[in-house]
């Protein structure tokens, strides 16, 4: 049975210091699922970046019996 699997990144807290001339981060989030990419814009010096991004939308099908992770 096909379907559709939808992310919504909405922010980030207290994230580390990357920059350390600012102090701060230039953040970005990355969503993989199986060999569909998603990446947010880049959230220039924040440690705690509000995207509010839209659907990131995978289609998925559904598998019975065994661990499809393994």
Known sequence: MPGKL???IVAGRHLPVMDRASDLTDA???VKFGNTTFKTDVYLKSLN???NS???KFEVSCWFGGDPFS
């Open 49 to 51: 970046p509000q995207w």
């Open 54 to 56: 839209e659907w990131f």
């Open 28 to 30: 970005f989030v990355e």
């Open 6 to 8: 939808k992310v919504k």
